[in-house]
Structure formats: structure tokens, C-alpha cells
């Protein structure tokens, strides 16, 4: 049985696509350590935990979703395809235009800190090495 969802991919515009409605698929299309996020009462976000942090693709809720994810409805804990409506909704609520910018602003301040944590621990780990040798040496 196939389902309507939308396929949401790091740097591209949000894809309404009809897909086997099984979790195995879902696994060799997103990856194997699923991460769901209610997105609403019937709807559900379903996205890679292991995404690196450097894929960083749209912002819901005041959270940065990584990796590529998809929306899909849920009825008793199945999947089932999502209305129109529901489609227009989060379709105008993940467009790219709106998220750029925002990514944008969030990788440059989490590279930033990133590369400071590292030259950080670089000068730490030189330290210590130097200590090192000195107290093997003596």
C-alpha cells in the first residue's frame, strides 16, 4: 500500500512523494535509527537520529531537524496517507525560501563554535603532551 507524504532534503524545496507505507522502507531511505517527532495529532516527522551535524536542513518548533526526514499521517499507529490539506500545511511550512536564511545563520554560529571548541582543545592537548613528555623524561 502506498502513502502521499512529503520528502524533505537538506538545501532542496520540499517534494510530495507516494511511497510504501512500511517502516522497512522508511529505514533504507532516511536510516536505520529512526527518530519521530509529533508534528501535530495526526501527523508525524520522521527523520535520521544519527544525521550528521553538519546536515542541517529545516527548523520546527525552535529545534534544527538534520539529515534528510518525512512527514507522514498516522491513524491508530499506521501510516496512511496525508491529506490535502495537511500536505498544503506543512508543504508552505518547510518551503526553503523561509529556512534559508535561518540555516544559514544557525551553520555559521555552529561552526564557529565548533572550529573554537577545536583550537581550543588543540592548545589543551599540547599541554598536556608537553607535561607529558617532560615527566617521562625526568
Known amino acids: 500500500m502506498k502513502i502521499k507524504c512529503l520528502l524533505v532534503m537538506p538545501n532542496k ?21 529512526l527518530l ?3 508534528a501535530n495529532k495526526n501527523n508525524l516527522i520522521i527523520a535520521n537520529q544519527n544525521a550528521g551535524n553538519d546536515e542541517f536542513n ?22 496512511t496517507s496525508m491529506k490535502r490539506r495537511n500536505i498544503r500545511k506543512f508543504y508552505n511550512l ?16 555552529f561552526l564557529e563554535e565548533y572550529y573554537y571548541r577545536q583550537r581550543k582543545m588543540k ?12 615527566k ?3
Open 58 to 79: 529545516r527548523l520546527f518548533q525552535g529545534c534544527i531537524l538534520y539529515g534528510t526526514f518525512l512527514v507522514v499521517s498516522i491513524k491508530n499507529k499506521k501510516l
Open 36 to 38: 519521530k517527532v509529533r
Open 123 to 134: 592548545v589543551k592537548n599540547r599541554k598536556h603532551n608537553k607535561e607529558l613528555i617532560f
Open 136 to 138: 617521562n623524561a625526568a
Open 94 to 109: 518547510f518551503k526553503l525560501a523561509k529556512h534559508k536564511k535561518k540555516i544559514a545563520r544557525y551553520k555559521e554560529e
Open 13 to 33: 524545496e520540499v517534494q510530495r512523494v507516494k511511497i510504501p507505507g512500511s517502516f522497512k522502507f522508511i529505514r533504507a531511505l532516511i536510516g536505520k535509527d
